[in-house]
């Protein structure tokens, strides 16, 4: 009996509002790939289901399961704590199922310093600029204009992390930005190396979103 061969991770990480969760379904849904579903103690939005979306959990339970080790990867963000279970993570990617995950930088650090046995391929999304990041923050956070702000003065934090990350692409048009991502994770699933792309459009992106 041949033995499965392992599934892939896939992350997709950016700044608050830039469409990492729109585009995580998106590869999901088209792609099969199983979404890492986190635990988190954040409030859930109004079109958010507790165990579809997240996981919603109070501070007791959350630093319970750090205690016992449980998670693959934890970080705080905003005031909230975010966790992938590794045990929930782990079965997947030993049946042979790949799982995507919505993730931090935070967390990205962590799950590549384990250096775990599967293949890893790493993502940062960016919005084609500030202000229409900061439009899509009220949007999202019904016209809550001190939330806004808030995530706001993380950005330039955030973003500067795509350099850690396999590929960089700018999220202006979905489609366009959703075919990138599909197209760069067919092209590395099954090499070794790296896949190098042109950075330079991505650095001068970067200057014009934090100047």
Known sequence: MAVKKAGIIVILSS???AGKTTLVKKISSRNKYKISISHTTRRPRSNEK??????FVNNKKFKNLIKKKMFLEH???????YGSLEKTVTDKLNKGENVIFDIDWQGTNQILNKRLKYKIITIFILPPSKQELFNRLLKRDKKDKKIAIERMKKFKRDV???VDYDLTVIN???EKCYGEIVKYIKKQKNRKKILKYNRKP??????????
């Open 15 to 17: 700044p608050s509002g």
């Open 50 to 55: 507790n165990g579809k979306d997240y996981f």
């Open 75 to 81: 970080a705080k963000v905003f005031k909230n704590y």
């Open 160 to 162: 500067m992390h795509w």
């Open 172 to 174: 202006d048009k979905l």
């Open 202 to 211: 991505i650095k001068n992106h970067i200057l014009n979103l934090i100047n």
